[in-house]
């Protein structure tokens, strides 16, 4: 067997929810018009069970074998390897080699949805180039699983997002499945603007771990903080479908609001949000945010007037990052 896949995800942004979707409620996120581009070859030619990895804006070039022991995610290059131990798991004797290529214009470590795009791309990749394809709801469970080895408690709502693409309404039903609803395609996504304010310190895994540790000590400001983050998302989506973007400033004021008492947002981002609703605007960050460096990744900026946003000038470290919300989501580009 020897057969080659191309498929490419976008990147991703919570709207609204982050964090408090990891225990069950409801979040707004839609997919970046930045993508991941994942090439797989099966070969013959490569002993079965061996990767050929190829990462060229990271500078990774190697053959590893693939174990069925898996490990913590510590270097570049780690999570495109877990994510093929993973997806082609139950191929057993049927797996052979595998050359994998990533090419990726979204921003790592940063709330941008770089890790689920890859566990979303590489395991579709793969399992098309070893001419097994997975049905989508497969696929986002075994994505999932991807995830969650890697940061620990994930609420799939990253997976769903640069699946399915648009902009999606997710909670959780009575039975714990996650559901996801399309956003009418007139949804206002264009009263956000994105900022990169610099990648965090900590990694996702240990953002979600402090929020957790953080539960344990203080219950009730936890439970509070979800509580406005959720009244937050269901208003945003209200706002959003009814086409009421001036309504987003007081909204992403709460949400922000909420996010600060978890202790995600470090100190110089939470001076420069301060700047930007001195001047009439609001700013959230977007994904699992920092504590102790001087950027929390992904900001979502919001304003009444649509002026405003050309004569803002961005703080020191932030920079703008114009792409489009509600793009497409996974896609084959070349098939086996």
């Not at 999932?144 to 999606?168: I, P």
């Not at 219950?219 to 959003?240: K, M, N, Q, W, Y």
């Not at 004021?253 to 978890?262: D, K, M, T």
Request: overall charge negative; charged content about 25%; hydrophobic content about 45%.
């Amino acid at each position: 067997m020897s057969g080659e896949a191309t498929v490419s995800a976008p990147g991703k942004t919570i709207l609204f929810g982050e964090h408090a979707a990891v225990y069950g409620h409801p979040a707004l996120v839609t997919a970046l018009d930045h993508r991941m581009t994942v090439t797989a070859r099966a070969s013959a030619s490569l002993e079965r069970g061996a990767l050929r990895l190829e990462i060229p804006a990271l500078r990774i070039e190697k053959t590893v074998r693939l174990t069925r022991e898996l490990h913590d995610v510590r270097e570049p290059g780690d999570l495109a390897i877990l994510a093929v131990a993973i997806g082609t798991a139950d191929l057993g004797l049927r797996a052979v080699g595998l050359h994998l290529r990533l090419d990726s214009a979204i921003p790592p470590g940063s709330g941008f949805g770089s890790s689920a795009a890859l566990a979303v791309a590489v395991v579709a990749a793969c399992r098309r180039a070893c001419e097994d394809d997975l049905p989508l709801d497969e696929l986002a469970r075994v994505a999932l699983s991807v995830e969650r080895h890697q940061h620990g408690r994930a609420s799939g709502v990253d997976v769903q997002a640069v699946l399915r693409g648009g902009a999606l309404w997710c909670r959780r039903s009575e039975d714990g499945t996650l559901v996801c609803e399309d956003l009418p395609a007139a949804a206002r996504l264009d009263a956000f603007r994105l900022f990169h304010s610099g990648a965090p310190d900590e990694t996702t895994g240990e953002m979600v771990d402090a929020v957790r540790g953080l539960q344990g000590r203080d219950p009730v400001r936890v439970r509070e903080a979800f509580a406005t983050i959720e009244a937050a998302t269901r208003d945003g989506r209200a706002a959003l479908v009814g086409d009421d973007p001036t309504a987003l400033v007081a909204i992403v004021r709460r949400a922000q609001a909420a996010l600060e008492s978890l202790g995600v947002v470090p100190e110089g981002v939470r001076t420069s949000i301060r700047a930007i609703e001195a001047e009439g605007g609001a700013a959230k960050i977007s994904g699992a945010g920092g504590r102790s460096g001087a950027g929390a990744g992904l900001v979502l900026v919001v304003h009444p007037d649509p002026a405003w946003h050309a004569r803002f000038t961005p703080p020191a470290g932030w920079m703008a990052h114009n792409v489009r919300l509600g793009a497409e989501g996974l896609r084959m580009e070349v098939a086996a």
